[in-house]
């Protein structure tokens, strides 16, 4: 998914992360971790996401570092984005919890993250890819969490 993405219109040569503002007396500059981070959040706050996940194999090592050290995953996991003047491309992988609607879930998470975004960045959204990868079973999880107790 990520870099295949192509402007239509020519820009003129700027930092890929720069905020364009009005004034000419300095500009911001906002990190495109920080946007993933900010992307990634409100990712989470949408009700029917279980977890964000990575991606290949450096995300497979990652998540299972995360389940041995049972630790919370950094706020950018599972989030890549472009940043393009004021414009960004963000894909999102998300485990959904079974009995949700996927597709709700999805649009929830979309429109989420372009509003966050507006509101926290002042960076439009153009385009926000969700791969839903997985579903998540809380009962699963129960069973697996009395094995491990009684194996104590």
């Known amino acids: ?5 192509t402007r239509t219109q020519p820009t003129p ?4 992360n720069a905020l364009a503002t009005e004034h000419e007396d300095g500009k911001t500059i906002i990190a495109e971790g920080v946007v993933a981070k900010i992307a990634g959040l409100a990712a989470r706050e949408v009700s029917g996401v279980h977890e964000l996940v990575g991606s290949g194999a450096s995300g497979a090592i990652a998540g299972l570092t995360q389940a041995l050290t049972r630790s919370t995953p950094s706020r950018d996991y599972g989030v890549k984005v472009q940043v393009n003047e004021q414009e960004a491309v963000v894909d999102i992988r998300m485990v959904v919890k079974y009995g949700a609607s996927i ?15 507006q509101a926290l960045a002042g960076l439009t959204a153009t385009t926000v890819n969700i791969e839903v990868t997985d579903l998540y079973f809380p009962e699963e999880q129960a069973r697996q969490l009395e094995t491990e107790t009684e194996t104590k």
Do not use: K, T
Request: no cysteine; net charge negative; glycine share 8%.
């Open 1 to 5: 998914m990520v870099g295949e993405y």
């Open 103 to 117: 597709q709700a879930v999805a649009e929830g998470v979309r429109n989420n993250v372009v509003e966050r975004l």
């Open 13 to 16: 040569p700027q930092p890929s």
